[in-house]
């Protein structure tokens, strides 16, 4: 059960030592028994250990355990969730390739494809993740690398349909990609819907303590596997054990956690639902785009959720988050303290008709229920 594989990591590398907790490697030489065994050290393929850069026991753990939640192959552990996107996109992406983005996407892949891959001549659109027929119309076969999603999104809350998104994309010979950050493998495996590769910000839940940055990439092709790690070796980058184990530490806690915030962010957005002045997005809700494949692809929910503010002044907000006594200010979610944050996002699948939104973006932490309804309360009578 994933439960247990949250509390129980793979087995301790080494032989007649065995703790509850897995000890920190830290390396950057791998002493080698023998010339020849240095001489042949290609031949450890990206599994093995020739250099820290690629990983340390603690660090193949946390990727161990990572992919047995998934029900995949593997993962790669990387310096935070954006990072696990660029590389897995600068993996599979070359001059002249076309790249189509759902546009309810985390805000800084939207900024990496306009600023950094465009540089490198792969061409980007954006399109509606709730309007198939709209990604259909995009798709460029032969030319159409990449389909990037992420669902539901992390403030719009919009569900994606990702069988059919990754069916569809597939009969173009694209790949398709996603970030499951929200609901992390406890809620949703996209693997099984038909995606090729996950990533998740490991910062968020799985950190569960705000306390450190790391990404993952999870897969079951392993020759995209081994091409992801050849971009990294490329690249120089690797994740730094210490905080590999935070992200083990956090693991024990995260189906309890996960459980918690999901139930009360549910609750939260019922009672605020019921005020109708008040546009609540959060997938249980029968108003929510995706509300049914919420139902049919998810397990339940995790803490994250938004008010949507049409027409709300900016000093308004102000005012209201200014009035908080439980909820703290603040970007990021999924650790213990209850944040809420002001985002503003950009709709840009049609050029013609380009927006920006204001949202509330709430991650429900573990404080008491009661406090933080007195907080959003507050909140709500301060944004009419």
Not at 65 to 86: D, M, T, V, W
Not at 101 to 129: I, M, Q, R
Not at 309 to 325: F, W, Y
């Amino acid at each position: 059960m994933d439960d247990t594989l949250c509390v129980i990591p793979p087995e301790t590398p080494l032989e007649g030592f065995v703790s509850l907790s897995v000890p920190v490697y830290r390396a950057s030489t791998i002493v080698f028994p023998d010339a020849a065994s240095y001489r042949s050290r290609g031949n450890r393929g990206p599994d093995g250990y020739s250099y820290g850069l690629s990983g340390t026991p603690t660090t193949r753990t946390l990727e161990a355990q990572i992919s047995k939640i998934h029900n995949a192959e593997r993962a790669i552990i990387l310096p935070s969730g954006q990072a696990a996107i660029a590389a897995a996109m600068l993996t599979v992406l070359k001059n002249g390739d076309h790249l189509l983005v759902a546009d309810n996407v985390y805000p800084p892949v939207k900024d990496f494809a306009n600023e950094v891959l465009s540089g490198l001549g792969v061409e980007t659109e954006f399109f509606d993740p709730t309007n198939t027929a709209d990604l259909q119309a995009r798709l460029r076969p032969g030319r159409t690398k990449l389909v990037w999603v992420e669902s539901p999104g992390s403030t719009t809350m919009e569900v994606c349909d990702l069988p059919f998104i990754s069916r569809l994309s597939k009969t173009s010979g694209a790949l398709v990609g996603c970030d499951n950050t929200w609901a992390t493998g406890l809620l949703c495996k996209p693997l099984e819907l038909g995606v090729d590769f996950v990533a998740e910000a490991l910062t968020k839940y799985v950190g569960g303590h705000s306390d450190v940055l790391l990404g993952a990439i999870i897969l079951r092709n392993m020759e995209l596997y081994r091409d992801i790690r050849n971009t990294l070796g490329c690249l120089g980058v690797g994740a730094s054990p210490d905080d590999c184990s935070f992200a083990l530490r956090g693991m024990q806690t995260l189906a309890l956690r996960l459980r918690h915030v999901g139930e009360v962010s549910e609750e939260l957005a019922h009672r605020l639902a019921e005020n109708e002045r008040l546009s609540v997005l959060h997938p249980c809700l029968a108003s929510c785009l995706g509300h049914t494949l919420w139902q049919r692809d998810f397990r339940g929910s995790s803490g994250v959720f938004s008010l949507r503010l049409d027409g709300v002044a900016a000093d308004a907000v102000d005012q209201a988050l200014d009035s908080l006594k439980t909820f703290a200010i603040g970007n990021s979610w999924g650790g213990t303290r209850s944040l809420l944050a002001p985002m503003v996002i950009a709709r840009d699948h049609h050029a013609m008709s380009f927006s920006e939104t204001t949202y509330l973006r709430v991650s429900v932490g573990l404080e008491s229920v009661d406090d933080l309804w007195r907080d959003l309360q507050r909140v709500a009578d301060l944004l009419r």
